[in-house]
C-alpha cells in the first residue's frame, strides 16, 4: 500500500479520537500491498506526536564533575589558533586536526604510564579544549574528560555523575524538542526507525495479533508511523500489542506520559492496542522470554534500536539465542558503525576507533545545525557520557549498570548469522529509505552491504555510520 507522508498528516491533522474509524475508511488502498513508512515532517509530527532518547543536562551544571578534573577553558577560538598543537609552528584554528594528534598522543601516554608527558599533554588540552569552540576545541573538550578520567580511574565515578545530572534534568518537553530538531535536520535516527519499520510491516503483513518487542531508548519515536501504516490496511485492522524493555532510568522517568500518548494516538488511528512496560532490569541480559508474554497467537516481531551494543559481550549470544525462542517472523537490528567491542583490551586502538567514530558525528552536527544551535549543544554533551564509559569504565568488572561496546555491521552479522537468516531489504523499503534521505542537505547517501554482510547502511560524506539489517528464523 503506498501511502504518502503528507496525505497522512493531512488526513490525520484535523482528527480526533472519536474520528479513528473514519481516518481509516477514508483511504481506500489494496490489501497486501506496500505501506509507505516515512515519518511525517517534523512539524507534523509535534502536532500528533514526539519523543526523544538523548540524555540531556543543563548548562548550568556544565562543571558539577570538575572538582578533581582539570577546569576545561571556556577559551574562544581567536584564542586557541595562537596555539600550535603539532609543535610544527602551524596554528591550530586552520583545520589541521590538532585536537586529533594530542589526544592521541595523550592516549599513547597513558597506555605507556608516561606521568611526565601525561601532564604536559593534559595541560596543553586543557588550554585549548572549549565546549563552545570549533569542532576541534569540542573533541578536545570532551575526550579530555575521558583522558583524565583514564588517568586517575576515576571513570565509574564520573559516570556516575554525568547520569545523575542528566536524570535530574530530563524533561519531556525539551526532549521533544531536541529530538524534533534533530530529525528536521539529520537522518541519524529516522534512517533506522523507516527501514526497521518496512521490514517489520512486510513480515507481519495479514496477521490479526501481532506483538511487537522493542528493546531500544528511542522512547516509541518510531511506532506512530507504523500504526498509521496498520490504520489503512483493507482488511480487519489488527491488534497490536507493544512491549517496551526499558532499563535507563532517564527513559523509565518518562514512560508513563509516553503510555498515555502512545495509547491516545492508537485510539486516533483506529487501532486495537495494547501497551506493556518492562521496566525492572538493571540491564538487557537479565530479559527472560517469560517476562515478555508471548502468546501462542501472536506474529512477533523484535525490534532492537542501539540495544545490542548495551549487552555484556560475553551475553550477546545467549540473548540472541532467547530471541529465537520466541519464534519471532523477525527481528530488525539498528546499530552506529563502530567497532568498541574487539579493540576493548587495546586502550589506544579502542581510543583511536572511539576518536574517529565521534569525530564524525561531531562534525556531522556542525554542518547539519547552525553554528548557535543549543540542540547542537545539548546532543555534543550527550555524548561526554559515552565517551567516559567506553574509554574510563572497566566493564568487565562493572556489572550495576549496561556497557557501551559497539561492533560493527560486519560483527553483528556474523554473530546474528549463528542463529538466524538475513532478510533482504524489499525494493520498496529501499525506496522509501531513499525519499527520506532527499528531505536532507546533501552528503547523506544509501549503501548496500558488503559480500558476506547483510543490511543497509546510512553513509554521511561516503563513511558508513549506522547500519540497519533484519533476520528470521
Not at 544551535?373 to 549498570?401: F, H, P, T, W, Y
Request: proline share 3%; with cysteine.
Amino acid at each position: 500500500m503506498k501511502l504518502s507522508s503528507a496525505k497522512v498528516s493531512k488526513e490525520s491533522k484535523g482528527a480526533s479520537p472519536s474520528h479513528g474509524g473514519h481516518h481509516k475508511n477514508s483511504l481506500h488502498l489494496k490489501h497486501r500491498s506496500h505501506h509507505s513508512i516515512l515519518p511525517l515532517p517534523p512539524v507534523d509530527a509535534l502536532e500528533q506526536w514526539s519523543s526523544v532518547t538523548v540524555d540531556m543536562y543543563n548548562s548550568n551544571n556544565n562543571n558539577h564533575n570538575q572538582q578533581q578534573q582539570p577546569q576545561t577553558s571556556h577559551t574562544s577560538t581567536s584564542r586557541s589558533s595562537d596555539y600550535s598543537a603539532g609543535g610544527d609552528g602551524e596554528p591550530s584554528g586552520t583545520g589541521n586536526k590538532w585536537a586529533s594528534r594530542l589526544l592521541k598522543e595523550c592516549a599513547r601516554a597513558i597506555s605507556d604510564k608516561d606521568s611526565s608527558k601525561i601532564h604536559h599533554l593534559l595541560w596543553m588540552l586543557n588550554e585549548l579544549a572549549s565546549p563552545y569552540g570549533d569542532c576541534d576545541q569540542k573533541l578536545a573538550s570532551y575526550f579530555l574528560q575521558a583522558l583524565f578520567c583514564k588517568a586517575t580511574e576515576s571513570g565509574q565515578r564520573c559516570f556516575k555523575t554525568l547520569t545523575s545530572v542528566a536524570e535530574k534534568s530530563h524533561s519531556f518537553d525539551s526532549a521533544r524538542k531536541l529530538i524534533l530538531k534533530f530529525q528536521e535536520v539529520s537522518p541519524w535516527t529516522t534512517f533506522g526507525h523507516v527501514a526497521a519499520n518496512g521490514a517489520i510491516l512486510e513480515a507481519l503483513d495479514g496477521e490479526p495479533k501481532l506483538h511487537i518487542i522493542d528493546i531500544s531508548n528511542t522512547l516509541c519515536t518510531q511506532w506512530p508511523t507504523l500504526l498509521e501504516a496498520l490504520a489503512t490496511r483493507n482488511d480487519d485492522t489488527p491488534h497490536l500489542k507493544l512491549t517496551v524493555v526499558v532499563t535507563a532510568n532517564i527513559v523509565r522517568s518518562v514512560m508513563k506520559e509516553i503510555s498515555q500518548r502512545m495509547e491516545k494516538f492508537a485510539r486516533l488511528m483506529g487501532v486495537p492496542f495494547e501497551f506493556n512496560v518492562i521496566s525492572g532490569l538493571n540491564h538487557i541480559g537479565e530479559l527472560t522470554k517469560e517476562a515478555l508474554g508471548v502468546l501462542e497467537d501472536e506474529a512477533v516481531a523484535v525490534n532492537c534500536i542501539g540495544a545490542l551494543r548495551r549487552v555484556d559481550v560475553g551475553e550477546r549470544a545467549a540473548l540472541i539465542q532467547m530471541f529465537r525462542s520466541l519464534g519471532p517472523k523477525v527481528v530488525t537490528v539498528v546499530e552506529e558503525e563502530a567497532d568498541f567491542s574487539s579493540t576493548r583490551h587495546d586502550f589506544v586502538k579502542c581510543f583511536e576507533e572511539c576518536l574517529r567514530f565521534y569525530t564524525l558525528y561531531f562534525e556531522m552536527l556542525d554542518e547539519c545545525f547552525t553554528a548557535t544551535s543549543n540542540e547542537k549543544l545539548m546532543l555534543e554533551r550527550e555524548c561526554s557520557r559515552s565517551i567516559v564509559r567506553v574509554l574510563a569504565c572497566d566493564n568487565d568488572q562493572d556489572k550495576e549498570g549496561e556497557c557501551e561496546r559497539r561492533e560493527r555491521g560486519s560483527q553483528w552479522s556474523e554473530r546474528l548469522k549463528e542463529v538466524f537468516s538475513p532478510v533482504r531489504f524489499s525494493d520498496d523499503v529501499a525506496d522509501d529509505v531513499k525519499a527520506l534521505l532527499k528531505r536532507y542537505k546533501a552528503g547523506w547517501a544509501l549503501a548496500q552491504a558488503h559480500q558476506n554482510e547483510t543490511g543497509l547502511y546510512l553513509t554521511w560524506k561516503e563513511e558508513a555510520v549506522v547500519w540497519v539489517s533484519a533476520w528470521k528464523p
